[in-house]
């Protein structure tokens, strides 16, 4: 008796306990000892006593089944990659674009979907069909062709028409399927060519529309197969079964998980048709690994092996991948390319055997490469920037908003998030090998978060030097203080005009405004607070420009004593800062606690002169359905003048160039920029935020625990920043800033803070229209530091005019 039947009579005699007449039934029949006629009352009896298992069981294979054809996973893509007519292009960018998206390069000016040419003057790229959040790009042949200087002169379709730009496929970030790892792309069975449904059939089930689920042929043939060899050689599953095993149950291995595979076999067959479950079982396959994911379904296969649409595949390549179904591991044809294409190439004789293949193509396939595409690059980057987009849409569409099926495409830069996670990669290690130190107890962090200013995109984010290790991401939610980078907040708040209500109050200081850099003690509820500067020293006087360029903190403290602390809170929340904020007199020194993305999103407003725009991750959302579920639009609104912000950039342009952030040009990065870096007591964090027009970059060093790092902003966070910023393309590094109307220049004396005049040293500086001084330093600075100008003109000139007159008369003689 074997053991399907044994296990069927245990059940009965436990069913029979319960219920004496059938107790008696089934004692009967086991005792006439044979088998055929106990598995046909089992499986009767069964039936009937378990129909409202039956039923359960029914409604679970429907609903697994209408969710393998419909649902697909939830799909993170970065920004495409667009060029267009008058860009720099930058090869080097190009190539490792498209190395990401698996394009092969070609010699040949002949290019097909998915490869790719180029010589120095001329790109041809086969580009695959995509669909964007708001349009469907078929894709086609694209050529790009460049001048002497790098620019792109013109770019052409297939067709050989000029087009205003062009997009490549975006890159994935993440794909995953319910909380599975798992990469699909669902397609209806129209889609799938018919020689892979020829090829599928011939290894995997010749008789799949002959049986109803189980094929008993089949299972005679394999099991005297199996006797023979003496070992396990030939399956006898049927797509139908297999189907159901990888829908429904688990690799665990028990005495009833081939009934239940049977009986849920059985249930697909009756209830659904033959095309539907050829449909179920091409997206539902396993067909290998793309690094943590598994690749499910002939879909997403064919873009993995070879960067087609399913529709594409050749006969080969159909062959190839019904080849990989049997052992997606020992056929890999990435790893395993020789035993790949035996595989392949028996799968092609079988076909041709059994009459679905002709034998001119079968020969043409037979001869064919393995035509793979370049290995595609395993999505590793931007893993904390697509936590933080998830979070959002989960704030806005709730929480199973990301249960499965939806193309989310973000504002991520690919290149630019490689770029930043190198730089946060390499600077950590540059600064625990210059300090050793630095490597005890807990890692080293780091964050940094780039911004487009002008649309509130962001670019890059890195929230730690470790996803794997540690997903907190640092850079949208470690509250820290910023210390000295807190101060163009209190610089612009005196700056700028004050607007309570409806009323405007002229800025009371300018960058030529005289601060004193002398001790100061302030009475607080908390005892006197007694700044000091970075060295224990004193200056004395000197400007707002110099203050804010030396980073000097007691001049710093006056200025935000003088244009009072809750006015410094009212300009941090117009820059777009959150966080909880007091107006004491330690907020001018960066005493309260900020994010990096906030801290960065406010030196953002300046870039955009005066513009601040809601900060976002995506771009557009579909829904398994293509239909958009949101589409994104800037949103920006002016919180100062251009005139106003350009005070502050004028002086943090300063900084780079002679105070805290000079250290950037030794690093290489000589594009224009605003800067400032930033440092808390007793170094436990590091800062530097800078900010061209059209990039916005912050990066933060730091410990978990709060420890000291004996490092200042501009030694340990400077130096990530300089990193990333000489990497970034030029459109993001190499736009100058613009003096904006309402802003007027004017020769000052540095020592009195007055307007240039006779007998002064004068220095540029900017002025808002209107604010500039009247007052000249002539008879002032000068009398006060030389003494009274006329007697000293005329001590020096009477001696010289006595000897011209003297001459004069001898002459007259």
Not at 57 to 82: C, G, H, I, K, Q
Not at 406 to 417: C, E, I, K, P, Y
Not at 465 to 473: A, C, E, I, K, L
Request: hydrophobic share 40%; net charge positive; with cysteine.
């Amino acid at each position: 008796m074997g053991p399907h039947v044994r296990y069927l009579g245990v059940r009965l005699l436990a069913m029979a306990r319960r219920r004496p007449k059938l107790r008696l039934a089934v004692a009967a029949v086991w005792r006439r000892r044979k088998p055929k006629l106990r598995l046909a009352v089992a499986a009767v009896l069964l039936t009937a006593a378990g129909g409202t298992a039956a039923v359960t069981l029914e409604a679970l294979v429907r609903a697994r089944l209408d969710s393998a054809l419909l649902l697909a996973p939830t799909r993170f893509y970065a920004r495409p990659l667009v060029l267009q007519p008058g860009m720099v292009l930058d090869p080097s960018r190009v190539e490792r674009t498209l190395e990401r998206l698996g394009y092969r390069r070609v010699r040949s000016r002949r290019v097909e979907l998915g490869e790719y040419s180029r010589t120095s003057s001329t790109w041809i790229i086969g580009r695959r069909a995509f669909r964007h959040y708001d349009r469907l790009d078929p894709g086609g042949v694209a050529t790009i062709r460049v001048d002497w200087s790098g620019r792109v002169r013109d770019v052409r379709d297939g067709q050989g028409d000029r087009v205003p730009y062009l997009a490549l496929e975006p890159e994935l970030l993440r794909s995953s399927y319910g909380t599975l790892l798992e990469e699909r792309l669902p397609v209806p069975l129209d889609d799938v060519p018919q020689h892979l449904v020829d090829a599928i059939l011939t290894v995997e089930d010749q008789r799949f529309f002959d049986h109803g689920g189980l094929d008993l042929r089949r299972v005679v043939g394999a099991t005297l197969a199996n006797v023979r060899a003496g070992r396990v050689v030939e399956g006898a599953s049927t797509l139908t079964q297999q189907l159901a095993k990888n829908l429904y149950l688990s690799a665990r291995r028990t005495p009833t998980r081939k009934l239940r595979e049977l009986a849920m076999a059985v249930v697909l067959e009756a209830r659904h048709s033959k095309p539907q479950i050829l449909e179920a079982y091409v997206n539902e396959v396993y067909l290998g690994q793309n690094g943590a994911f598994a690749i499910h379904g002939v879909g997403q296969a064919a873009q993995h092996y070879f960067g087609k649409d399913v529709s594409q595949l050749d006969v080969a390549e159909a062959a190839l991948l019904a080849g990989i179904i049997r052992g997606p591991s020992l056929y890999s044809p990435f790893r395993h390319p020789d035993r790949a294409r035996e595989r392949r190439d028996l799968v092609l004789q079988l076909m041709h055997e059994r009459g679905v293949l002709a034998p001119e193509a079968y020969r043409r396939a037979a001869r064919a490469p393995l035509g793979l595409r370049t290995r595609p690059h395993q999505a590793r980057a931007g893993r904390y920037f697509v936590d933080y987009a998830a979070e959002q849409l989960r704030d806005r569409h709730g929480g199973d908003v990301l249960a499965g099926g939806l193309s989310v495409f973000t504002t991520l830069d690919a290149g630019l998030q490689q770029l930043a996670e190198d730089a946060v990669r390499q600077g950590l290690a540059r600064l625990e090998a210059d300090a050793p130190y630095l490597t005890d107890g807990t890692p080293l962090q780091a964050a940094l978060v780039a911004l487009d200013p002008r649309t509130g995109e962001i670019l890059a984010m890195v929230g730690g030097r470790d996803y794997g290790t540690s997903q907190f991401n640092r850079a949208a939610h470690a509250r820290r203080q910023p210390g000295s980078s807190f101060k163009p907040v209190v610089a612009l708040t005196a700056l700028a005009w004050r607007r309570d209500d409806d009323d405007l109050e002229e800025p009371r200081f300018t960058l030529a405004s005289l601060l004193d850099d002398e001790p100061l003690s302030v009475e607080t509820p908390a005892g006197p607070w007694q700044p000091t500067n970075y060295d224990g020293r004193f200056r004395g006087q000197l400007t707002l420009r110099e203050a804010l360029e030396r980073s000097l903190n007691v001049p710093f403290a006056r200025l935000g004593l003088a244009v009072g602390p809750e006015h410094v809170v009212q300009t941090a929340r117009r820059l777009g800062i959150e966080s909880p904020l007091d107006p004491y007199p330690s907020i001018a020194l960066g005493a309260f606690e900020v994010t990096p993305l906030e801290l960065t999103r406010a030196y953002g407003v300046l870039a955009a002169e005066g513009y601040r725009a809601e900060l976002h991750a995506t771009l557009g959302v579909l829904t398994p359905a293509s239909e958009i579920l949101e589409q994104r639009e800037v949103a920006r609104e002016r919180q100062y003048s251009a005139a106003e912000a350009y005070l502050v950039t004028s002086a943090l342009r300063g900084a780079v160039e002679r105070g805290t952030g000079r250290g950037l040009r030794r690093f290489g990065f000589g594009g224009a920029v605003a800067a400032k870096s930033g440092t808390t007591n007793g170094f436990r964090d590091a800062w530097f935020i800078g900010y061209t027009p059209t990039l916005v970059v912050g990066v933060w060093v730091g410990f978990d625990d709060g420890r000291s790092i004996g490092l200042p902003g501009s030694g340990a966070a400077l130096p990530i920043f300089a990193r990333f910023m000489a990497g970034a393309p030029d459109g993001y590094t190499q736009t100058d800033f613009q003096r904006p109307w309402g802003v007027e220049i004017v020769e000052v004396d540095r020592e009195t803070g007055l307007r240039a005049g006779w007998g002064c040293r004068g220095e540029r500086e900017v002025f808002l229209e209107g604010t500039a001084p009247e007052e000249t330093c002539s008879g002032y600075g000068f009398a006060a530091r030389y003494g009274d100008a006329r007697d000293r003109l005329r001590d020096w000139t009477a001696p010289l005019l006595a000897e011209l007159r003297r001459r004069a008369r001898r002459g007259g003689n």
